[in-house]
């Protein structure tokens, strides 16, 4: 019974695993077994439940970023999954005030990034690997490091760096800078494709659902949130916030606390 459990556990693995990599940061090497992997996590024992057959399948350097501590034991256990695992390197945060372990809590995403940039310059990271939007189990740890990496990989690659990589690539085929600075910025600002359309000329939308959810991410986690406050989380400018907020949300500020329009009885009250 225990054999077929175990089985049974392997396989459900395996079959969520290609589902819950992120590759925000892409080598570019055309071997994808080359370059650095980052695995984020948010508490010791994710990397054996979530992540292990893919860790397992990456045949370069891989390293971990624990954003909580658990307790003593969990981070031994940690210790020792990463030599089974072939880590080369592990680092775990302690941080009880900005990343508490806890499923009601939806960390910041600064808190989180602070981590992230270091490691990423400490080990020379070209390919980090982490939760899907749901956080696999819907847990709020995993599902803010979601949210948190994809405004990472929203705003890091700069137009220069974008033109070497296709001069290198492409040589004198490659696109001039000034084409990809123009692409580059459009993207930055939510376009989602890359063909021209007959309004090329019009402001491209901020209004994605990432950039919605980004929004909706900063409120939940501080109803009390000012323009400024969300705008310096989410980069996004003043009018597009406010459609978001009033078109998609459906909320509006009372008493200097955002609520939805219609609020419910348990609302009411509170």
């Known amino acids: 019974m ?16 290609p589902f819950i990599l992120i590759r925000l940061i892409s080598s570019t090497n055309n071997n994808e077994y080359n370059g650095n992997y980052l695995l984020v996590i948010a508490h010791p024992d994710d990397e054996c439940l979530f992540f292990s057959p893919i860790l397992l399948s990456i045949h370069s350097n891989k390293y971990i970023l624990c954003l909580s501590n658990g307790n003593n034991q969990r981070s031994d256990e940690l ?8 880590i080369n390197d592990y680092k775990i945060i302690d941080d009880h005030i900005n990343l508490k372990d806890s499923q009601s809590v939806s960390w910041s995403s600064d808190a989180i990034l602070g981590h992230v940039k270091h490691a990423i310059h400490q080990w020379n990271i070209s390919t980090i690997i982490s939760f899907d939007y749901y956080g696999i189990s819907g847990h709020k740890n995993h599902s803010a490091i979601y949210y948190a990496l994809l405004k990472l990989s929203q705003t890091r690659i700069n137009a220069e760096t974008i033109h070497k990589e296709l001069t290198t690539a492409l040589g004198s085929n490659a696109p001039s800078y000034a084409t990809v600075a123009r692409w580059a910025k459009h993207f930055h600002e939510g376009r989602e494709n890359i063909n021209d359309d007959s309004q090329f000329g019009r402001p491209i939308s901020k209004l994605t659902d990432v950039n919605i959810e980004l929004v909706r991410q900063v409120i939940n986690n501080d109803p009390h949130s000012t323009y400024n406050d969300i705008i310096a989380k989410t980069a996004l400018s003043r009018g597009t916030i406010e459609r978001i907020i009033h078109d998609y949300l459906k909320m509006r500020k009372v008493k200097s606390c955002w609520v939805p329009h219609q609020l419910n009885d348990e609302q009411k009250q509170n």
């Open 79 to 86: 210790r020792r999954s990463c030599i089974k695992l072939r």
């Open 2 to 17: 225990l054999l077929i459990l175990l089985i049974f556990f392997i396989l459900f693995i395996l079959l969520i695993s």
